[in-house]
């Protein structure tokens, strides 16, 4: 399904990520790549941490030729969207999960492990910026993604089935917007979706633009 190679990366981002693997949909990498802006701007030692592999550009004397294949920046293939918009995991699952990891990210006593996701090659597939914001007592309390998608419809559908998303109506035409609140009325997640600027039929992974928040439900 996913046919990996080695590619230099790009700006900012490559000088934080080195070599980028990407999908043999060029364009869906593109996509990604465009999406993860505020991963290269984090690359500074005020803005976060790298963790997860060793550099693969470093001294491969002390390589051997049996050493397993590097995996993909972007993570294992995801089937589900429900594998990687979940609460119920913790900052190890995530360096485990992805090679590269950038961590320290601070929001209102929360700290951030920011990852680049892609789910897929098909139109209806995530690329962009993930990122799972913890508490003091390392459980997920935040979930946020910027990325694009080629066709909203399948994050559309999950969304309401997971989580309690509803459209909510707005003046602007171009804007969809879809909220959910928990039990008691309170702000539980939202995402804003809208079209790309400028829609290139050869680039169909950047139709439409990304911005979604998810709030850990609450307990009891």
């Known amino acids: ?19 980028y693997l990407f999908y043999s949909a060029a364009e869906h990498w593109e996509a990604a790549r465009q999406s993860l802006p ?19 550009d470093a001294d491969s004397t002390n390589q051997t030729t049996d050493q397993p294949e590097p995996q993909p920046l972007a993570g294992p293939p995801v089937m589900d969207f429900a594998e990687v918009f979940r609460f119920d995991v913790g900052p190890r699952w995530v360096v485990e999960r992805w090679p590269r990891v950038i961590t320290g990210l ?3 006593q929360l700290s951030g492990h920011r990852v680049p996701l892609v789910t897929g090659t098909q139109p209806s597939d995530l690329a962009g910026a993930l990122t799972y914001y913890f508490d003091t007592a390392q459980r997920v309390r ?10 909203p419809s399948r994050l559309i559908t999950f969304l309401g089935r997971r989580y309690k998303f ?3 109506p707005v003046n602007d035409p171009a804007l969809f917007i879809y909220r959910a609140v928990d039990h008691d009325g309170q702000f539980a ?20 633009q990304v911005k979604l928040q998810l709030e850990r439900p609450l307990e009891g």
């Open 142 to 151: 935040r979930i946020t993604f910027r990325g694009t998608t080629g066709d």
């Open 166 to 168: 509803t459209h909510q």
């Open 189 to 208: 997640g939202s995402v804003e979706i809208r079209p790309a600027w400028q829609v290139n039929a050869a680039q169909p992974y950047r139709r439409y």
């Open 38 to 56: 505020s991963l290269g701007s984090a690359s500074s030692p005020s803005s976060g941490n790298v963790a997860g592999t060793a550099d693969p």
């Open 106 to 108: 601070a929001q209102l």
């Open 1 to 19: 399904m996913f046919r990996i190679i080695l590619t230099a990366g790009i700006g900012l981002a490559a000088a934080m990520f080195g070599p």
